[in-house]
């Protein structure tokens, strides 16, 4: 009945459309649309169906798939094809990506032309340039806090440049991916004017109110992004004398998705970028996308809607797209971000490990690997055509999101376990050579998250600073163990832009009006060009690093069991500084590589006799993947040194 109902809306939606698109030859339009239009009409309607303009706002909403279909050039449509054939291209294990700032990184756009040499010399094929949108100066939020979705800022170039760029990276094999910022605009984007000036239309596409009745019931539940330099979620608009949704900072206004116009604009934005070469959208703080009150306005089962839907009209138009999600929540919510109750992704194709990289932060304070090896276990299973975007830094901060229910089982309480991190990673503690900062220090919760650079926290700053050799030498293998994990995890490791030359904490930022009251800016330098090319001398700091990440790179692409095919076993070790697991090659199950990480600054050892038993090695030796050394299955145990990982294969 109800794809009956579906169906003849369609043929009157077809019908109706614009004479300009009708007479377009829309093949592939037309039979995706048909595929995909029941999901789509149902969770339109379940979403905006009670509006009396709901048939309306489908047609537009077709109408804006359509047009951005027609716009779509020749060369993407292809790769669409391609893509939909080999539907899982992106889950091989050729895929290693680096987030980086073009404008540190390269001066701007088209600086990155000269630079994309060092990215594929490392072997890193798929570049996440970080927000590049018109942002106002001062206050974008690093490139989050957007005026315009359509314009490049001039500080970073041109839609040509950007064009050009896309291009060249298509012709050496590397992907393209862009954030769009879905959850909210800069308070100067063109909505907000037109609603600071009064126009109902535009404010309906925010959360305004009149006085403070609705905002407080909204606090009462909903927790505080940046309590330190924007608490509270609502702001005060002066000019319009009405309150104004502000999750994050104050000049960055909350979208409402409510209003079937946001979706279908943002929906012609992800269109817009796809058709200009973007591989992949890495979709900006998704938990937010819908708000309830009473609940914490994060990971509603609306904002889980508006990702299907956003992902089943991009199917239509730009099916080749994929989105990745950027959801930094509990461990138990990322996952949902796939979809739930299904075998492919139906909401986003990838995901931030946010949940891994947290818990191998905490092996590294701990030097066990107790929570590190439960929170892993207790991560629920990921669909089948979905992975994982695993990284050690980003440009944000590092957040303790495990589960309190993870870190009781590892023995430990909650509270003071995170106290404990956060003065480790700030170097207040015994032991500790790390510099990192304090984030997001909530007064009320005690919370705090950390930033600082990979290098800096693994306390490369600190040795180099005391000229300490050993403590350099353990600091890079601190740096390599954890680059070692996302490797092999299975997903797709995202490096971050400097990291590979251990680029250590930059305090310039606090020189800087704009930007000194948020110290995620000690992570995000300037590239060093003259440290990166000392990865060419043997011997140096950056030259350890980046060859051995460039080894690992190179190692991984050709194994087949590092593909992602949800092709992982945890080992359970009976050593509680080891973390281990089997990844296998699922077209030949015999081919495995046992990984095995030392999280202890002291050698640990493991038994071959139960690795036996467990199928491992069965040919009598085995060899170490990286390093090519061999080993004899007649010892009774294997050595791993301290802060060390193995990557071992018959
Ligand atoms: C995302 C970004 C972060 C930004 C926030 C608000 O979490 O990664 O840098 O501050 O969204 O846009």
Redesign the pocket.
């Known amino acids: 009945m109800y794809e009956q109902v579906s169906h003849s809306l369609l043929n009157d939606i077809l019908i109706a459309l614009k004479p300009e698109i009708k007479n377009q030859k829309l093949q592939h339009f037309y039979t995706r649309l048909g595929a995909n239009f029941y999901a789509i009409h149902s969770l339109f309607c379940s979403l905006y169906g009670a509006r009396p303009d709901f048939k309306k706002q489908m047609q537009h909403l077709v109408e804006t798939m359509a047009k951005q279909y027609i716009s779509r050039p020749a060369y993407l449509k292809k790769t669409d094809l391609a893509r939909e054939k080999d539907h899982n291209w992106f889950l091989s294990q050729e895929w290693v990506g680096m987030a980086l700032y073009c404008d540190n990184f390269a001066d701007n756009l088209s600086g990155m032309h000269n630079k994309l040499h060092y990215l594929q010399d490392l072997g890193v094929n798929l570049v996440h340039i970080m927000p590049i949108a018109d942002c106002p100066e001062g206050k974008s939020?690093?490139g989050?806090?957007v005026r315009d979705f359509r314009k490049i800022d001039s500080r970073f170039g041109s839609l040509k440049d950007l064009d050009s760029l896309a291009s060249d990276l298509r012709k050496r094999g590397m992907l393209l991916t862009l954030d769009i910022?879905v959850?909210?605009t800069s308070d100067e984007h063109v909505w907000a004017k037109k609603a600071r000036a009064g126009e109902k239309e535009y404010q309906d596409y925010y959360f305004i109110f009149g006085d403070r009745q609705m905002p407080d019931m909204y606090e009462e539940t909903m927790p505080e992004?940046f309590p330190e330099t924007a608490p509270g979620n609502f702001t005060w608009d002066e000019e319009m004398g009405k309150w104004v949704m502000t999750v994050?900072?104050h000049y960055?206004w909350d979208l409402n998705y409510q209003n079937p116009a946001v979706f279908i604009e943002m929906l012609d934005i992800v269109l817009y970028w796809a058709n200009h070469g973007v591989d992949i959208l890495r979709l900006?703080?998704v938990a937010f996308l819908w708000k309830k009150l009473g609940s914490n306005c994060q990971n509603e089962r609306e904002a889980h809607q508006i990702l299907q839907l956003m992902k089943d009209c991009c199917q239509v138009t730009a099916p080749g797209v994929l989105f990745i999600a950027?959801a930094?929540v509990a461990p138990n919510e990322i996952i949902k971000y796939f979809g739930e109750d299904a075998i492919n992704a139906k909401e986003c194709e990838i995901a931030y490990n946010a949940t891994f990289m947290a818990l191998l932060w905490e092996a590294i304070a701990t030097k066990r690997t107790t929570l590190l090896n439960r929170g892993v276990r207790c991560l629920p299973d990921k669909l089948e055509r979905a992975t994982w975007l695993n990284y050690v830094r980003?440009?944000?901060d590092i957040g303790w999101g495990f589960s309190d229910v993870d870190i009781v089982a590892a023995g430990y309480d909650p509270q003071s376990h995170r106290r404990f991190l956060v003065d480790y990673y700030t170097g207040n503690y015994d032991d500790s050579i790390a510099r990192g900062l304090a984030f997001g220090i909530n007064k009320k919760t005690g919370d705090a998250r950390i930033s600082g650079s990979l290098a800096s926290l693994a306390g490369l700053e600190a040795a180099i600073e005391a000229n300490n050799q050993d403590e350099i030498e353990a600091a890079i293998k601190t740096i390599v163990l954890l680059q070692s994990m996302t490797m092999a995890f299975g997903g797709i490791p995202l490096l971050y832009y400097g990291d590979a030359i251990g680029t250590l904490n930059d305090d310039s930022y606090l020189n800087d009006a704009a930007k000194f009251d948020d110290n995620?800016w000690i992570h995000r330098p300037l590239m060093n060009w003259d440290k990166a090319a000392k990865r060419k001398q043997p011997g140096t700091i950056e030259n350890r690093i980046f060859t051995a990440i460039r080894n690992m790179i190179a190692v991984r692409k050709e194994t087949a069991a590092f593909a992602d095919r949800n092709n992982r076993e945890l080992i359970s070790m009976d050593n509680p500084h080891l973390f281990a697991f089997s990844r296998f090659d699922v077209l030949n199950a015999s081919s495995k590589v046992l990984v095995v990480g030392n999280f202890d600054i002291n050698p640990q050892s493991f038994e071959l006799a139960p690795m036996l038993k467990m199928g491992f090695f069965r040919n009598g030796s085995f060899k170490s993947l990286c390093s090519g050394e061999t080993f004899l299955t007649s010892v009774a145990t294997v050595e791993v040194p301290a802060r060390s990982f193995l990557w071992l294969q018959t």
């Open positions: 939020d690093g989050y806090a910022v959850n909210h992004v994050f900072n960055q900006d703080a950027e930094i980003c440009h944000d995620r």
